[in-house]
């Protein structure tokens, strides 16, 4: 009774926090790097790495002392800083340098479902992008919470000669050309010095553009002309062989 009773004053609680803010949960932000979402997101995908990339990834948490959340909370930015300066310590982290995913999440709040990924550069987490934005229940418990590790911190990441010759055709032709028709489409299309090696389970992968929690790759094994899709947490599916018309999808 008295568990029940608990977790109905928490949901309480959660949904007052969701209509107005707690004015104690805004002024703990100021000694407090992480709210308790952010925290329990982070402290997620660092369990399910690699021993030895969990003992990086601690330190780098430990080491983030400044946090700019961008776009109303859906992008949360992770600083180290020293001296007025951003300085990661050499000794937290990855051999893996490049700009990569490291992780998708899905989870729920209450009754709303929330999809994230946790991205990397140069070597540390450096941005967790959730959507919708988690500004209104960053206090609130996290519920059916599931990490998929797609990126690999521990290995280094491969050179643009190594991937280039694994580009689809379509893709390099449209980034080639001076067509705009797609600007509007949101999709952040990956230039090709920001091309990179994404690991799922079903294989590897290159990314080629982003918009919001929806992905479009290459195979990242073999050349081929084949566009792939795919949303956090779930495997890329092929939808064809034309980058633009990938682009174009609803």
């Avoid at 990086?56 to 600083?79: G, K």
């Avoid at 519920?143 to 055709?169: E, M």
Wanted: aromatic content about 10%; glycine content about 6%; some cysteine.
């Amino acid at each position: 009774m008295r568990g029940f009773a608990r977790a109905a004053g928490h949901r309480l609680a959660c949904f007052v926090r969701r209509q107005m803010p707690s004015l104690i949960d805004r002024v703990s932000l100021l000694w407090r790097t992480f709210t308790p979402t952010e925290a329990v997101l982070l402290k997620a995908v660092i369990a399910t790495l690699d021993p030895q990339d969990q003992i990086l990834a601690r330190r780098q948490l430990a080491a983030v002392n400044h946090v700019q959340r961008l776009l109303d909370w859906t992008e949360v930015s992770l600083f180290a800083a020293r001296w007025g300066q951003v300085r990661w310590p050499s000794e937290a982290l990855f051999p893996n340098r490049g700009e990569f995913e490291l992780a998708s999440l899905k989870f729920s709040i209450g009754r709303m479902p929330y999809r994230g990924s946790l991205w990397c550069v140069g070597g540390h987490m450096f941005s967790l992008v959730v959507r919708p934005s988690i500004k209104s229940v960053a206090f609130c418990q996290v519920q059916q919470l599931a990490v998929a590790v797609i990126g690999n911190p521990g290995a280094s990441s491969p050179s643009r000669p190594q991937l280039a010759p694994l580009l689809p055709p379509s893709y390099l032709q449209y980034c080639a050309s001076s067509v705009t028709e797609y600007q509007s489409s949101e999709w952040r299309v990956a230039k090709l010095e920001d091309v990179h090696l994404v690991h799922r389970a079903s294989g590897d992968y290159l990314f080629l553009a982003q918009r919001d929690t929806e992905f479009l790759f290459a195979n990242g094994s073999s050349p081929s002309s084949r566009i792939y899709h795919s949303v956090a947490g779930e495997e890329p599916e092929p939808v064809g062989e034309s980058f633009a018309e990938a682009l174009a999808r609803p």
